[in-house]
């Protein structure tokens, strides 16, 4: 059975960072892109970033290039997300989500909250 | 990024009903195209990919349809646990999510 749980939100002050992880199971983790999918509080879906299988690429939302970093440790069945410069727009629930064949988001986390104010 | 429309944003039905949920992309993805369902608190769950691939485990009275720039989601009958919020979204460039449908109850 795919598990995806993510780890790491919190409440941050704008202009701060924060650290989200994604711990993952139950699948060939090096053989799937992944992605950072979020979910402001009462609104649509979001998604952030995501990472080739050898984390040769990365792709990234116009509204957090420069701010937030997606990395890879497939040795550690891992994803992250490096979020600095938060602002109050960033916050929301952050989704982990694999990629299927031949597209779609086929597994999500549970989400982790991030909540950015002073 | 390419923009995707959902409509309506939000429709009241009862059980039984036949409901259809669109979604317009602003150019052609071919058929790139994935739905899901959300209920509150809880993470989308995967119904339909490449427009008209229904999931393993999803009830056959879901259905997809449509490629290049308009699709359609179908609910033949409409079932108590099919209240939720319904996202399209495309693949064939940089992901992108519809507005949301939220299936309320009449």
């Known amino acids: 059975e795919v598990q995806l749980v993510e780890s790491g939100g919190g409440l941050v002050q704008p202009g701060g960072s924060l650290r989200l992880s994604c711990a993952a199971s139950g699948f060939t983790f090096s053989n799937h892109w992944l992605s950072w999918v979020r979910q402001a509080p009462g609104k649509g879906l979001e998604w952030v970033a995501n990472i080739k299988r050898d984390g040769s690429e990365k792709y990234y939302v116009d509204s957090v290039k420069g701010r937030f970093t997606i990395s890879r440790d497939n040795a550690k069945n891992s994803l992250y997300l490096q979020l600095n410069s938060l602002r109050a727009e960033d916050t929301a629930v952050y989704y982990c989500a694999k990629e299927g064949d031949p597209g779609g988001f086929d597994s999500w986390g549970q989400g982790t909250l991030v909540t950015v104010s002073s | ?106």
């Open chain 2, 1 to 106: 990024a390419i923009q995707l429309t959902q409509s309506p944003s939000s429709l009241s039905a009862s059980v039984g009903d036949r409901v259809t949920i669109t979604c317009r992309a602003g150019q052609g993805i071919r058929s790139s195209l994935a739905w899901y369902q959300q209920q509150p608190g809880k993470a989308p769950k995967l119904l339909i990919n490449d427009a008209s691939n229904l999931e393993r485990g999803v009830p056959s009275r879901f259905s997809g349809s449509g490629s290049g720039t308009d699709f359609t989601l179908t609910i033949s009958s409409l079932q108590p646990e099919d209240f939720a919020t319904y996202y399209c979204q495309q693949f064939y460039s940089d992901p992108t999510f519809g507005g949301g449908t939220k299936v309320e109850i009449k």
